[in-house]
T-cell receptor
């Protein structure tokens, strides 16, 4: 099955700093990467969709200059939360699209706490 | 856009009991998925089920696409079944992104 590595698992940062989250597909190539955000007791909300080598498409209400997505290779995508504020504290989940199968794969998530 | 609604929002079961979770969607879909999110946040793909019935061990799912709903059955529940169950529809003309329901939080007590 598809193996996804996401790290860090959790991070605490000071307000105003930036945090980078990495997502790797270890045994398949992902031309498409989805990034989700999940607040406590809520569902997953799609933030953006990125395709390898092109700019990400952001969902309405998601600031593209705040949440920088890089998808430079078929096995690695990064999400950088710039100038983080406490309201950015959330659980961030990557989902590389594995087109070999009908299922979807997910990273183990990154719990971000901004203090 | 497509709306995805799940019920019940919360469910508490005694170990060994059976349960049925429901997912309604507002428009025709080509693909519906069920996921389990464990207490540590990891999402696991349970079923890809655009129509018909599938079974995997104690879990089975049925989708009636013409009536726009899907059901997830859990039989002989175990404490390890606890977590949140999400259904999601796939939007193929938008890169295959998923629209998630709000989830059903299941707690199985020993």
């Amino acid at each position: 099955g598809a193996v996804v590595s996401q790290h860090p698992s959790w991070v605490i940062c000071k307000s105003g700093t930036s945090v980078k989250i990495e997502c790797r597909s270890l045994d398949f190539q992902a031309t498409t990467m989805f990034w989700y955000r999940q607040f406590p007791k809520q569902s997953l909300m799609l933030m953006a969709t990125s395709n390898e080598g092109s700019k990400a498409t952001y969902e309405q209400g998601v600031e593209k200059d705040k949440f920088l997505i890089n998808h430079a290779s078929l096995t690695l995508s990064t999400l950088t939360v710039t100038s983080a504020h406490p309201e950015d504290s959330s659980f961030y989940i990557c989902s590389p699209r594995d087109t070999r199968e009908n299922g979807y794969t997910f990273g183990s998530g990154t719990r971000l706490t901004v203090v | 856009g497509i709306q995805v609604e799940q019920s019940p929002p919360d469910l508490i079961l005694q170990e060994g009991a059976n349960s049925t979770l429901r997912c309604n969607f507002s428009d025709s879909v080509n693909n519906l998925q069920w996921f389990h999110q464990n207490p540590w946040g990891q999402l696991i793909n349970l079923f890809y089920i655009p129509s018909g019935t599938k079974q995997n061990g104690r879990l089975s799912a049925t989708t009636v696409a013409t009536e726009r709903y899907s059901l997830l059955y859990i039989s002989s529940s175990q404490t390890t079944d606890s977590g949140v169950y999400f259904c999601a529809v796939v939007i193929y003309n938008q890169g295959g992104k998923l629209i998630f329901g709000q989830g059903t939080e299941l707690s199985v007590k020993p």
